[in-house]
């Protein structure tokens, strides 16, 4: 990919970065989202009553150490 960048006209380069630069924001975001998404999950007591009781059912009650 690297030498195919490299044979790309000058102003197609810039193109190619800035189409990374989109890429890693895109992938930054997307992580915000997720962790705020669990957190959001994590804080509503219903689903994380749920969520133990699906866990414990096939892993067994959890023990606090």
């Known amino acids: 990919m690297i030498k ?3 044979r ?3 102003e ?3 193109q190619v970065f800035d189409f990374m630069k989109y890429l890693q924001q ?3 975001k ?3 989202t997720e962790i705020a998404e669990y957190k959001a999950m994590a804080a509503d007591a219903e689903r994380e ?3 133990q009781e699906w ?3 096939y892993f067994g ?3 606090s150490q």
């Open 4 to 6: 195919e960048i490299h």
């Open 8 to 10: 790309l006209p000058h």
């Open 12 to 14: 197609h380069v810039a």
């Open 26 to 28: 895109k992938t930054q």
């Open 30 to 32: 997307g992580c915000e």
């Open 49 to 51: 009553r749920e969520a």
């Open 55 to 57: 866990c414990g059912s």
């Open 61 to 63: 009650p959890a023990r």
